[in-house]
C-alpha cells in the first residue's frame, strides 16, 4: 500500500511570542519541521505534503530542497480543513497526519501505527497522560473499541475524567478520510473543522478504529512555548547522549553536552562539560575533549588532545595532536600528525606539518609549514595587505624567533632560524639565521627626564 504523508504545519504558534512561525525554531539546531520530515523519509513516503500558513513564504523558502510539496491553508480553520487543503493532491493509497511541531516521535512508534492501519480504514495514536488536561480524550465503549475522540473544550465532566489522550497522529484509508473530511461540521466550542470527528464519522460508517498507545509522553509531545521547546530540548540531548554512552564514549556529564548536528566518535573518545558540537563533527579513537570546546564541521583523528576553551570550525586534525587551551582553529586549518597548537594561537586556512608547534600567541594565516617546525611565541604571519591575502611557507625543521613578524608573501628555508623579534619581509634562506631588527645599543650618562615644577 502506497502511503503519503501530510505534516500539518500552518499554526501560528502565538504563545511562542516569536515573529519566527513557529516550526521553524530549532530543536538541536535544526528546524522542528526538519525533524519530522526526516522522520517521515524513514518511512519511505511516496509523497510528504506539508501544510503551510503562517510564515508560508519562510517555510517554503527554508525547505525548498527538502523533496517535500506545499499546500497552502490561509485561513486556519481547524486540523480537519488542514488535512483537506493537501489531500486532493495526495494519489496514495493511504495518509499518515504528522504535526510540523511534534518532533522526536520514533520511526518504530509510527511503523506500529501503520501495521495497525492495514485491516482498518483508519488507527490513531493514543497516549496516556498523568495530566490530560488540553489533549482531546479517546472515548471507548464497554467493549473498548474507541467510538470518538472529544476535544478539551468540548468535554463534558465525565469525558474530563479520561487519562487516554488523543496525539494527533493518526493513518487513514485515503478515500475514507477524503470522505470524512468533506463531511465535517465546525459546530463546537471552537468553530473548528476538527480532524479528530473522522473518529466518530468511521464508526458511523460501521468500521473499526484501530488504535495503537504510545508508551513515551516525550515522543508525541508538541511545542506550543518556550519552555515546551527548552523541555523537548533536554530530551532531545539527553537521548543522543545516552547513544553516545552506549557506544562507548565517555561524557564527564550527560546534561551538559550539546550536539547540533552530527557528531560520530571512536572507542574511547572522552568529553568534558560544557561543550558545543554544530553540523557534522568526526572523533576518531582515543581522543580527549576539555570542558567548554565549541567544535564545527571538522575532523579529529586519533589520539588526539582538545584542551580546554578551544573553538574550531572547519578544521581538520590528522591526528596524535595537542591543541589548546585557548586555541581558536578556523576554517582551513589542518594539522598535520602530532603537531601542537598551544593556548591563545589562531590558524586560519594553514597546513602545520607533522610534529610542527606553534605553541604560544600567534596567529598563522595562510600559510603552510613543513615538518618539524618551531614557531617561537608571539609570531604573526602578516598575511593581508588591506587588500589582498598572501601565502607564507615555512621549510621543514625551521625555527621562528618569538615575536617575530612574517610579511607575506614570504618563504622561510628550510632549517632556517629567524631572530626573534624580527620583521621579515624577503624570503630567508635555508640554513641560515636570518635577523631584522636594529642593533642594540646602551647609552652612557643618559637620564631619565625629571618631573617639571611649577
Ligand atoms: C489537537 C487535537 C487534539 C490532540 C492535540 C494533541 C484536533 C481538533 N485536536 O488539538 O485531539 O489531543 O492536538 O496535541 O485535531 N494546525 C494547522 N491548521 C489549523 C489548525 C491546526 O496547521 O487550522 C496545526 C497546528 O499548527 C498544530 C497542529 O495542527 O501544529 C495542532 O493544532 P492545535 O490547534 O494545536 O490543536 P490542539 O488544540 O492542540
Ligand atoms: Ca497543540
Request: with cysteine; hydrophobic share 40%; proline share 3%.
Amino acid at each position: 500500500m502506497s502511503l503519503a504523508v501530510i505534516i500539518l504545519a500552518a499554526g501560528k504558534g502565538t504563545r511562542m511570542n516569536s515573529d519566527l512561525p513557529k516550526v521553524l525554531h530549532t530543536l538541536a539546531g535544526e528546524p522542528l519541521l526538519g525533524h519530522v520530515i526526516a522522520t517521515a523519509k524513514t518511512l519511505q513516503p511516496e509523497e510528504i505534503s506539508v501544510v503551510v500558513g503562517h510564515g508560508a513564504e519562510l517555510v517554503e523558502t527554508l525547505f525548498a530542497d527538502a523533496g517535500v510539496s506545499f499546500a497552502l491553508q490561509a485561513e486556519q480553520l481547524g486540523t480537519g480543513h488542514a488535512v483537506q487543503q493537501a489531500i486532493d493532491k495526495v494519489s496514495a493509497d493511504r495518509v499518515l497526519v504528522l504535526y510540523g511541531d511534534v518532533p522526536l516521535t520514533k520511526p518504530e512508534t509510527l511503523t506500529a501505527l501503520l501495521d495497525a492501519q492495514a485491516n482498518d480504514p483508519l488507527a490513531i495514536l493514543t497516549v496516556d497522560l498523568e495530566n490530560p488536561f488540553g489533549y482531546g480524550r479517546i472515548v471507548r465503549d464497554a467493549a473498548d473499541n474507541v467510538q470518538a475522540i472529544v476535544e478539551q473544550k468540548d468535554a463534558d465532566a465525565a469525558q474530563q475524567t479520561i487519562t487516554e489522550g488523543n496525539t494527533g497522529i493518526l493513518c487513514a484509508d485515503r478515500q475514507r478520510l477524503e470522505s470524512w473530511l468533506s463531511s465535517l461540521k465546525n459546530n463546537n466550542n471552537q468553530g473548528e473543522y476538527y480532524l479528530t470527528d473522522c473518529i466518530a464519522a468511521c464508526v458511523a460508517d460501521g468500521d473499526n478504529v484501530a488504535s495503537v498507545m504510545c508508551n513515551d509522553e516525550a515522543e508525541v509531545l508538541g511545542v506550543n512555548d518556550k519552555l515546551q521547546l527548552h523541555q523537548l530540548e533536554r530530551e532531545c540531548q539527553y537521548q543522543q547522549a545516552a547513544t553516545l554512552m552506549q557506544q562507548g564514549v565517555t561524557l564527564m556529564d550527560a546534561d551538559r553536552i550539546d550536539i547540533r548536528g552530527d557528531l560520530t566518535c571512536g572507542k574511547d573518545v572522552s568529553i568534558d562539560i560544557n561543550c558545543v558540537f554544530l553540523g557534522s563533527v568526526e572523533i576518531g579513537e582515543g581522543v580527549s575533549i576539555g570542558p567548554n570546546c565549541v567544535i564545527e564541521n571538522s575532523t579529529i583523528g586519533s589520539d588526539t588532545s582538545i584542551k580546554a576553551n578551544c573553538v574550531l570550525e572547519s578544521a581538520r586534525i590528522v591526528g596524535n595532536a595537542s591543541v589548546g587551551p585557548f586555541a581558536r582553529l578556523r576554517p582551513g586549518a589542518v594539522l598535520a600528525n602530532g603537531a601542537k597548537v598551544g593556548n591563545y594561537v589562531e590558524i586560519k586556512k594553514s597546513l602545520i606539518g607533522e610534529g610542527s608547534k606553534v605553541s604560544h600567541l600567534s596567529y598563522i594565516g595562510d600559510s603552510e609549514l613543513g615538518k618539524d617546525v618551531n614557531v617561537g611565541a608571539g609570531t604573526i604571519t602578516c598575511n593581508y595587505d588591506g587588500v589582498n591575502k598572501h601565502k607564507t611557507k615555512i621549510g621543514d625543521n625551521a625555527f621562528i624567533g618569538s615575536n617575530s613578524s612574517l610579511v607575506a608573501p614570504i618563504e622561510i628555508g628550510a632549517d632556517a632560524t629567524v631572530g626573534a623579534g624580527s620583521t621579515i619581509g624577503s624570503n630567508a634562506p635555508d640554513g641560515q639565521l636570518t635577523i631584522a631588527r636594529s642593533k642594540q645599543k646602551s647609552i652612557k650618562g643618559w637620564k631619565r627626564p625629571v618631573k617639571k615644577q611649577d
